[in-house]
């Protein structure tokens, strides 16, 4: 039993289709049919129930599903067992954020795959919060504030954000003094996140208002520049545009609490040890960093 049919089939099964498993795995679809027409072939069984409308799996498909998942994980660590210098295999998918991520975490990848040649680093950059278990993450890259939920957290670095504003909205409109007075302000936002401020040894909570919201930091970016409200966004996407005054600091007497970097995975009583092993190299990159720019709150 060829191990590339069971990793087709377990991902064909949790992306409810062929197409979707497709695109997980970089392979036409052409190659996911095959595969599976061949493994189901030599075990006797119909996997999948194909319709015109698509596919789903068969009740002995979903009794085979676990088994396996099971039976590839295994495999997985039967390999990189026996490899030298404790080599990691297999593929190793992740989520990480857009607005930075290329810069601030796409070199941490490009050295693990460097450290382990045999290992599969498939990167899928967007701001918004993918699912992890149903669009098939290994583990995600998170930063700001993380929103509760049954997913497992590791904090690998601080992080910090920044209010800001353009001059000449300020100029037409005030600045806010407090967090009470943003409720007067257009805010520009992700969607309908929190803002937080820390107000003495109290941390505020407020739910600011906005015309103009982007899914991506560096939209945000370009709107507060062109004064169209107040912005939470991260310290480094803001740094250049703070130094040259196209931006100011906006309530400086209340800043954003401190927020960190996330390395966020599935539950599972036994972490994937390519995450483990991700998660110390972002430790190795970011623990010590007393500033990185935070996301936009969320």
Known sequence: MDIEELRTFVEVADAGGVSPAARRLGVSKSIVSRRLARLETELGVQLLARTTRGSGVTEAGTVFRDHAARACAEIDQARETILPGGELCGRLRIAAPHSFGPSHFAPVFAEMARRHPQLHIHTHYSDRHVDLVAEGFDCAIRV???????????????????????????????????????????????????????????????????????????????????????????????????????????????????????????????????????????????????????????
């Open 144 to 298: 700001g504030y993380l929103e509760d939920s049954n997913l497992l957290a590791r904090c690998v670095g601080p992080i910090r954000g920044v209010l800001v504003a353009s001059p000449a909205y300020i100029e037409a409109h005030g600045a806010p003094g407090t967090p009470e007075d943003l409720a007067g302000h257009q805010a520009l936002m992700q969607g309908t996140e929190a803002w937080r401020f820390v107000d003495g040894e109290r941390v505020v909570t407020v739910h600011p208002q906005g015309r103009f919201k982007a899914d991506n930091g560096l939209a945000l970016v370009a709107a507060a520049v062109a004064g169209l409200g107040i912005a939470w966004l991260p310290d480094s996407l803001v740094r250049e545009h703070l130094a040259s005054g196209a931006l100011v600091p906006v309530m400086t007497c209340h800043p954003p609490p401190s927020a960190g970097i996330y390395v966020v995975r599935p539950p599972s009583p036994h972490p994937v040890r390519k995450v483990s092993v991700l998660t110390d190299l972002l430790l190795e990159c970011f623990a010590e960093v007393p500033e990185l720019a935070a996301a936009s709150g969320r």
